[in-house]
């Protein structure tokens, strides 16, 4: 397993600009989650995909944020219109969801916002 | 309200002491997993706890989880240095799908 990856490690953007990252779970890996951690908290969950469906979306996740995993395999966050209030450490991770919801996940190593 | 209650926020101590770390939630919860983090990584899994008054250890490190699955906690006999870092609870509540629920995290200092 080569783990799972994110790109970009650090992005940094004026406020009402639109950024994008991507993630690439673990291979065969059929789930795939979004979490935002400002510092000092723990991780917030975002949105998650089985395959290709979006499966649950937090209320944190405002019209502003777009998330897609079109072929199942890599997903992509999008945010449009940046905020300051959206600088955060933006993580993803994968599982192989087996029938029960006890699976682990695996985190990538996250995409650091900063907007300025 | 934060539906994972870590504690304590921050710990500091010295070479050789012992710690424990607490989860609480009023949720049940299907499974619990402890993390730990570097700063500017992703958290990396120490153990995952699924049945209820389960006991695991890793090494010099004792993961609880309590017998109504409500609560959890993490003990670290004779604390090293490599042992600093962010130290986050999280869990599965049960019957609510797939996504992770997070403490606030504990940032634990070992001085020498």
């Known amino acids: 397993d080569t783990g799972v990856s994110q790109d970009p490690r650090h992005k940094i953007t004026k406020r009402g600009q639109n950024v994008t990252f991507r993630c690439d779970p673990i291979?065969?890996?059929?789930?795939l989650y979004w979490y935002r951690q400002t510092l000092g908290q723990g991780p917030e969950f975002l949105t998650y995909f089985q395959n290709e469906a979006q499966l649950e979306k937090s209320r944190l996740l405002s019209d502003r944020f777009s998330a897609e995993r079109p072929k199942g395999s890599f997903s992509t966050l999008e945010i449009q219109r940046t905020e300051q209030g959206d600088s955060a450490m933006y993580l993803c991770?994968?599982?192989?969801?087996?029938?029960?919801?006890?699976?682990?996940?695996?985190f990538g190593p996250g995409t650091r916002l900063t907007v300025l | 309200t934060q539906l994972l209650e870590q504690s304590p926020q921050f710990l500091s101590i010295q070479e050789g002491e012992n710690l424990t770390v607490y989860c609480n939630s009023s949720s049940v919860f299907s499974s619990l997993q402890w993390y730990r983090q570097e700063p500017g990584e992703g958290p990396v899994l120490l153990v995952t706890v699924v049945t209820g008054g389960e006991v695991k250890k890793l090494k010099r490190l004792t993961f609880q989880f309590g017998d109504a699955r409500k609560d959890s906690s993490l003990h670290i006999t004779a604390a090293q240095p490599g042992d600093t870092g962010l130290y986050l609870c999280a869990g599965h509540i049960y019957n609510q799908g797939g996504k992770l629920i997070f403490g606030q995290g504990t940032e634990l200092s070992v001085k020498p």
């Open positions: 991770a994968s599982n192989r969801f087996s029938g029960g919801n006890t699976d682990t996940q695996y």
């Open positions: 291979s065969e890996h059929n789930r």
